[in-house]
C-alpha cells in the first residue's frame, strides 16, 4: 500500500542552524508530494508540494525536491529560526484518489 | 476569510456514549474530509465527501463511525458507543474541488475517551 515514513524525531537546533528532517515514501504510480507545518495551538497548513519527478516545492525559505529515484521528498532549511519551531508533516497523494496520506511527524524546536 | 471551523474543540466522553463533531468548511468548498490523529501520530484518513456525497469511507475504523454532509456544507461525524482506543484528535479539512487542490485543516476536536 502507500505510506510515507519519516525520520524519527524530536530535532533540536540552535537558530541559523541547517535543518533536514528526511521523508521517504512508497507509492505506485506518480503521487503528488507535501510537506504539512503544524505550529503549536494551529491547524495543519500546507508548506510546500511537488506533483511530478524533479519538481521543487518552496516556501518560506523550506525546499524538497521530488526524488523518484530514490522515492524521497526530504525537507531542508539553509537557517532555521525560533518561529519554524512546530511539527513537520511529510505527506503523498495518489493520482486518482482525494485522501492525503501523512508521515508520523517530526517534532522540530529551535532555540534562540 | 475564515477558515475551517470545528466544535466542540475538547470533547470528554464516558465509554459507551455517543459523541457528535461538527465541522464548517470554507464557503464554496466542494470537498470534505475527516482525519484521525492519535497521539504522537500523523493523521489517518476517515472519509470523504463532494458536496453531499460520501465517495470514500474506507478509513472509517468500524461501524461505530459515521459521518454526514447532508446539504452539501456542515459535516458531522458521528461516533457511536465510544471506546477508549477512539480518543484521538478528529481533523476536518476542505478543498475547493478535486484534484490538486490544497487541503485546508481546521484546529480539530480532541477527543478523551474515560
Known amino acids: 500500500g502507500n505510506s510515507v515514513t519519516q525520520m524519527e524525531g524530536p530535532v533540536t537546533l540552535s537558530e541559523e542552524a541547517f535543518l533536514t528532517i528526511n521523508c521517504t515514501y512508497t507509492?505506485?504510480?506518480?503521487?503528488?508530494l507535501f510537506w504539512y507545518v503544524q505550529y503549536p495551538g494551529e491547524g495543519l497548513q500546507l508548506l510546500l508540494k511537488?506533483?511530478?519527478?524533479?519538481d521543487k516545492g518552496s516556501n518560506k525559505g523550506f525546499e524538497a525536491t521530488y526524488r523518484k529515484e530514490t522515492t524521497s521528498f526530504h525537507l531542508e532549511k539553509g537557517s532555521v529560526q525560533v518561529s519554524d519551531s512546530a511539527v513537520y508533516f511529510c505527506a503523498l497523494r495518489k493520482g486518482g484518489s482525494e485522501k492525503l496520506v501523512f508521515g508520523k511527524g517530526t517534532k522540530l524546536t529551535v532555540n534562540p | 476569510g475564515a477558515g475551517v471551523s470545528q466544535s466542540p474543540r475538547y470533547k470528554v466522553a464516558k465509554r459507551g456514549q455517543d459523541v457528535a463533531l461538527r465541522c464548517d468548511p470554507i464557503s464554496g468548498h466542494v470537498s470534505l474530509f475527516w482525519y484521525q490523529q492519535a497521539l504522537g501520530q500523523g493523521p489517518e484518513f476517515l472519509t470523504y465527501f463532494q458536496n453531499e456525497a460520501q465517495l470514500d469511507k474506507s478509513g472509517l475504523p468500524s461501524d461505530r463511525f459515521f459521518a454526514e454532509r447532508p446539504e452539501g456544507s456542515v459535516s458531522t461525524l458521528k461516533i457511536q458507543r465510544t471506546q477508549q482506543e477512539d480518543s484521538a484528535v478528529y481533523l476536518c479539512?476542505?478543498?475547493?474541488?478535486?484534484?490538486?487542490?490544497?487541503?485546508?485543516f481546521g484546529p480539530g476536536t480532541r477527543l478523551t475517551v474515560t
Open positions: 507509492a505506485t504510480g506518480y503521487p503528488s
Open positions: 479539512a476542505s478543498s475547493v474541488v478535486r484534484d490538486n487542490y490544497e487541503q485546508y
Open positions: 511537488a506533483t511530478k519527478a524533479d
